[in-house]
């Protein structure tokens, strides 16, 4: 059960990072409150405030600006997972959030809550690595733009500080002529693994590809080194070089054994799944749930 909590309602982005000054540890900020409301309820966190940032209208802005979609860190993934306008710039993002839990979670849940908690087991951030999404966020004193990969630290932990909050989500689409999917392991509506991919072909060799791999270890992350190695590469080859690269992912996503499954067997499964993927991507037959 919980305990008794005072609620805050800022209408702006200063007005909540001001709050966040002032009450410290004792606060928290509460948009669609999934993860936060069930840590609380289990007697895992503990506040005395929540910062209901739902009245602050530019988090809920959903456009395109000609360059990149922009989305405001309140817009549920719900919204994200049926809105035409990400269907038709990033529609392997669209699928990636269809696959969130399950629909009661996200017409409730937030895509800012999502990336902030930032929980491994989770789908939207893989996909947006490989869109070379980034993040704004805004504080009293002003707002700045990280990449996307440079705002995930650890683990549960991201680059925000203590007074500030993420406002948008900048998605640029993929280049033209690349082609993209993703691809997951899952057990109680949790991703053991996610694999997203986008390849661009000239013929039957790789020209450009990005890989991400989400839910193995602590964060989601793009596969720099892989993707140099398989450019060039025909999608034989390519799987051959993947099948090789258990040694790489051990050392690179840190995997960890629990109740979605052994640290051996993430691996194992990384190297068939990211194979699989890449020959989706290239085939353009659509994006699957494994």
Known sequence: M???????????????????????????????????LLLMRHGLLRTEFLIDVKKIARLHNLAWDGEALRIGSCVTHRTLETAPIILEHAPTFAYAESQVANVRVRNQGTLGGNLCFNDPHSDPA?????????????????????????????????ALETNELLVEVQIPPLPAGMKSAYLRLHR??????????????????????????????????????????????????AEKIVAEQKNYFRELLRPVDDLLGSSEYKLYMTCVLLARALESAIQGSGNGAR
Do not use: W
């Open 2 to 36: 919980l305990e008794s909590l005072r609620l805050l309602q800022p209408t702006t982005v200063p007005e909540a990072s001001a709050a966040l000054d002032e009450l410290g540890e004792s606060a928290k900020i509460y948009a669609g409150g999934a993860e936060l």
């Open 188 to 237: 109680f509506q949790r991703p053991t693994l996610g694999v997203a991919v986008a390849v661009k072909m000239d013929k039957e060799i790789i020209e450009e590809t990005r890989i991400a791999i989400g839910c193995v270890g602590p964060r989601a992350q793009r596969l720099r080194e892989i993707e140099a190695k398989i450019r060039g590469a025909t999608l034989g080859d």
């Open 126 to 158: 893989t996909v947006l690595l490989v869109h070379n999404a980034s993040v704004r966020i805004g504080s009293q004193t002003g707002e700045r733009q990280l990449s996307l990969e440079d705002f995930f630290l650890d683990m549960y932990a991201t």
